[in-house]
């Protein structure tokens, strides 16, 4: 039996007992009650599931003695983003035969399906499983899906040891079985003998890890805003390599004062061969140092920032070995990837906005799900989920466009031209009615906030462009902490008003105003804009301008 220390959180002493992550799941999962038992919950979590309910009729019911409306939110990893056609058009089916008939895409490049009862979990991770993908460990204390660029993912393709995205999952995807036997075997309950990494153990990590790889000139995927960052970068002795950042993470908790949003800082150079020892030396180091006895305070960049970066670098070094200095990194704005682009090998690709990352219809048969299915149906090309909760579809030739676009057109999917300067880039998390932790609506309400947002910036005259983001709670899904305004799920009715981050994502936003009703929202950022308008350089971005002269 492994013995947790008594400090330790009540999580820790279910995934201690869990016989790596198996706990009562076969057999909860087999019962007939709708939900499962709050250890069980914990447990779904490393297989990519999220007990959920209705949060719109949870008060109704309550007060009228009724259970609560049960259903799992399945999240897929996709490292990098990338599907194959096939694999899309499986997601596709899935969205009908056993979810709310949306796929919803991720800020990190997954996939996630929302309104799954228990009985059909087992079903999707079939599916899943059949077509070369799955959710396990895309949640739960384990190193992530990670992110790359998508000019990356898809270039990443020609390297013949593999695009680093697929190299990290397949060195840090927890080598239990216990997915395997519970969700798709089925037939068997558990394993004599299964063994786990070193790196994991029987309590696995403190909390989640995240890793995202930019591309060397641009910030699409929110590098900063990582436990572990990657940047290509040529260092001039040993060639090419990454710039590693570590420390970075945006949730906060309003009940715990030292919580903070924290951006990660260069650790040391590596070359291609190197990163996953590397790696895996940041993430020994984690599992040895993170605090296992308070969730809000487990995530890495607290370990960062409270030893400091010295410290915390000599702790790696110990593990791996002496480390290179890092060097410079300089990343220009997040590049959207939207509309036509011409590959290197003469193909397209096209990126469209999905709003929020929900694809879904509008009505039978139109709408964004069914335009993809008719431009998919025949042709083998690749997808992209980015990290700003687009898709691309890539391999494309000059002769299909036109064609492309009048199937999108006849859907009413907007061209990347049609789109307001605000909505292009703006983002929000699931929130109301998903999300156990929302305190807000968010993604229900983005186009009202775009809309009204996009009113404002449209008085300043010129197609100025803002990013825009959007959550329910301070655990910031959506990344508004280092937006150039974000706006934060304060009370039940309020939001906080974020502004002075960048489109480079390098600088933390801060706070203008607290407890502000969503329509007052354009208000607040009225003088902001008007200032930027009289006073920006020219070209200056908004959030850049805020950073340059403050908001005092
Ligand atoms: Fe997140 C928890 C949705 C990206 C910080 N996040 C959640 C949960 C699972 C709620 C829960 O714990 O019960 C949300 C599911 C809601 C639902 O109904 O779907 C949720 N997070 C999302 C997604 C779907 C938002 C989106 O609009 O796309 C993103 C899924 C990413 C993925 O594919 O893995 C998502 N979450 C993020 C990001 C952005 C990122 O990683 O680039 C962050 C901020 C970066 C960071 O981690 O610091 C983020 N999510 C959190 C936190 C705060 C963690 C902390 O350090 O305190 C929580 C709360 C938690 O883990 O307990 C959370
Ligand atoms: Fe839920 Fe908060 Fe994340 Fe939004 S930011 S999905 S409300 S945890």
């Known amino acids: 039996m492994t013995v947790t220390n008594p400090t330790s959180s009540p999580v820790e002493s279910i995934k201690a007992g869990s016989g790596l992550l198996r706990g009562a799941l076969s057999a909860e999962l087999a019962a007939a009650e709708p939900n499962v038992s709050a250890d069980s919950a914990q447990l779904l979590k490393f297989h990519g599931v999220y007990a959920q309910d209705d949060r719109d009729t949870r008060r109704a019911r309550s007060l009228a003695g009724e259970a609560l409306e049960y259903s799992f939110m399945i999240r897929v990893a996709i490292p990098g983003g990338r599907l194959t056609t096939a694999q899309w058009l499986a997601l596709d089916a899935v969205a009908d035969d056993v979810a709310d008939g949306s796929i919803r895409l991720t800020t990190r490049q997954a996939v996630q399906f929302h309104g799954v009862a228990k009985h059909d979990l087992r079903r999707v991770a079939s599916t899943l499983h059949d077509h070369l993908l799955t959710s396990f460990a895309a949640c739960g204390d384990v190193v992530r899906n990670t992110v790359t660029c998508p000019d990356l993912a898809l270039s990443g393709l020609a390297d013949p040891r593999g695009d680093v995205a697929t190299c990290i999952a397949r060195a840090f995807t927890p080598a239990t079985r216990a997915h395997w036997e519970i969700f798709v075997d089925g037939a068997l ?13 029987q309590t696995y990590l403190p909390r989640k890890f995240k890793i995202a790889i930019a591309h060397p000139d641009e910030n699409c995927v929110d590098v900063f805003a990582q436990d572990l960052g990657l940047v290509p970068t040529v260092h001039p002795e040993v060639g090419d390599g990454f710039v590693v950042l570590v420390g970075g993470g945006l949730g906060r908790s309003y009940a715990q004062d030292d919580t903070f949003a924290h951006l990660a800082e260069p650790l040391t150079f590596v070359t291609r061969d190197e990163v996953i020892d590397l790696i895996g030396a940041v993430v020994d180091t984690f599992r040895d140092l993170g605090d296992r006895g308070n969730r809000r305070r487990a995530r890495m960049k607290y370990v960062v920032a409270d030893r400091g970066m010295t410290d915390f670098a000599a702790e790696v070094s110990r593990r791996y070995g002496p480390l290179r200095p890092p060097i410079e990194v300089h990343l220009g704005p997040a590049e959207d990837h939207l509309g036509w682009r011409e590959d290197r090998d003469g193909d397209w690709r ?58 999108l057109a ?14 292009r880039s703006a ?52 990344r508004p902490a280092v937006a150039e305004v974000g706006v934060v799920g304060r009370t039940k009715t309020t939001y906080d ?6 489109p480079r994502g390098d600088r933390l936003a801060w706070v203008v105003r607290e407890k502000v009703r969503l329509e007052d929202v354009p208000g607040v950022l009225r003088p902001y804009l008007e200032r930027w308008r009289d006073e920006g350089r020219d070209g200056e971005a908004f959030g850049d301008f805020i950073g340059r002269v403050g908001t005092s």
């Open 189 to 201: 309950a558990a394993s004599d003998g299964d063994v786990e990494h070193d790196f994991y153990g």
């Open 410 to 423: 006849r859907h009413g999917v907007r061209a990347v031209d049609q789109l307001g300067s605000v909505e």
């Open 497 to 502: 008003v974020y502004v002075g981050g960048g």
């Open 427 to 478: 983002l929000a998390c699931p929130a109301l009615p998903t999300c156990g932790q929302a305190l807000t609506e968010a993604e229900r309400v983005l186009p009202h906030v775009v809309d009204a947002v996009q009113g404002e910036v449209d008085r300043l005259g010129g197609a100025r462009r803002i990013q825009l983001r959007m959550t329910g709670c301070p655990n910031g899904c959506a």
């Open 350 to 407: 096209l990126g469209i906005r999905v709003g929020a990352g929900r694809v879904r219809d509008v009505a039978a048969g139109i709408g964004l799900r069914s335009a993809l299915r008719e431009v998919l149906g025949g042709r083998a090309l690749r997808l992209v989920v980015t990290a700003q909760q687009d898709l691309i579809i890539a391999g494309v030739t000059a002769s299909e466009r036109d064609e492309i676009d009048r199937v």
